[in-house]
């Protein structure tokens, strides 16, 4: 039996730097700061799901997951 094969060729970025590879690359060169944590700002999964019922029962990780996927598909 023949697996397919799958190649990514994009990039998607979900991270407390910068969610998009831009503001993720931008946000890798920005110091830290001391002390803070740092979290994903203004986060919105609504994009990435049918309803706003299915963003909300999906842990965070999974809505990071799903959008990053989509913007290395894009």
């Known amino acids: 039996m023949s697996r397919p094969v799958v190649a990514v060729t994009g990039i998607g970025a979900v991270a407390p730097c910068g969610v998009g590879t ?3 690359w931008q946000g890798l060169l920005a110091p830290a700061p001391d002390g803070v944590k740092r979290t ?3 986060w919105d ?3 990435w799901f049918a309803s706003p019922k ?3 029962r999906a842990d965070p990780f ?3 997951a ?3 996927s989509a913007m ?3």
């Open 22 to 24: 831009e503001a993720f």
């Open 40 to 42: 994903v700002p203004d």
């Open 45 to 47: 999964p609504s994009p």
């Open 54 to 56: 299915e963003s909300r």
């Open 62 to 64: 999974t809505q990071y």
């Open 66 to 68: 799903l959008a990053a």
């Open 72 to 74: 290395a598909l894009a």
